[in-house]
């Protein structure tokens, strides 16, 4: 099934809230000036000439393997660097929350969606999955995931790191969600989401 561009959220899609936040999904950043530092004086040219536009098509293609044979919902946002009049307040983990959240991962019919983020400037990745597959999987485990793919990724494989991160993340949600056949198709649009 195609999908249209991936558009950013209106300010109306931004108010909606998740059901998770009873759910151990609110996390409140500490206040950092190095962190605020870190954004204002980042130059993404220099830290993201790996994402082509050829590599986005890889990823992209990788998501929707990566959502093949179950019921779960696969959703990739890179972000050069967390917004800057957000980043004395918010860091990774909040602003991918507010992502899973903006771009209504969390609406899937059986709540099953998984964000993954990554911020470039902050060498970080996040993974925020909705309360169905959070049922079967560990905290731990998700971070396992992360620490694994940020290892690769601290070694110059960003897109290798990814796509074994997808294709990990795939075999997960197939152990729980197996379906052999899926005639729903995608919720969400398996297009890589890059902020620039």
Not at 17 to 29: C, D, L, Q, R
Not at 63 to 73: F, L, P, S, T, Y
Request: a negative charge.
């Amino acid at each position: 099934m195609q999908h249209p561009p991936v558009q950013p959220p209106s300010k109306s899609d931004a108010s909606v809230g998740h059901p998770n936040v009873a759910e151990g999904h609110v996390v409140v950043s500490q206040p950092s000036f190095a962190r605020l530092w870190r954004q204002a004086i980042f130059i993404p040219i220099l830290h993201n000439r790996w994402l082509t536009e050829t590599v986005m098509q890889r990823l992209t293609q990788q998501v929707g393997k990566a959502e093949k044979g179950h019921r779960g919902e696969v959703f990739l946002v890179i972000e050069n660097h967390l917004p800057i009049h957000q980043a004395y307040r918010v860091g990774s983990r909040e602003r991918a929350i507010d992502l899973f959240s903006n771009y209504r991962v969390w609406d899937t019919e059986e709540n099953t969606g998984v964000l993954v983020y990554v911020n470039i400037c902050e060498h970080s990745l996040e993974i925020v999955a909705d309360r169905g597959i959070n049922a079967h999987v560990s905290p731990t485990v998700w971070r396992a995931m992360c620490d694994k793919a940020l290892a690769g990724m601290a070694k110059g494989k960003m897109e290798q790191s990814l796509t074994d991160l997808l294709a990990e993340i795939g075999l997960l949600l197939r152990r729980h969600y197996y379906l052999e056949d899926d005639p729903a198709g995608n919720e969400l649009s398996d297009t890589v989401v890059f902020l620039r």
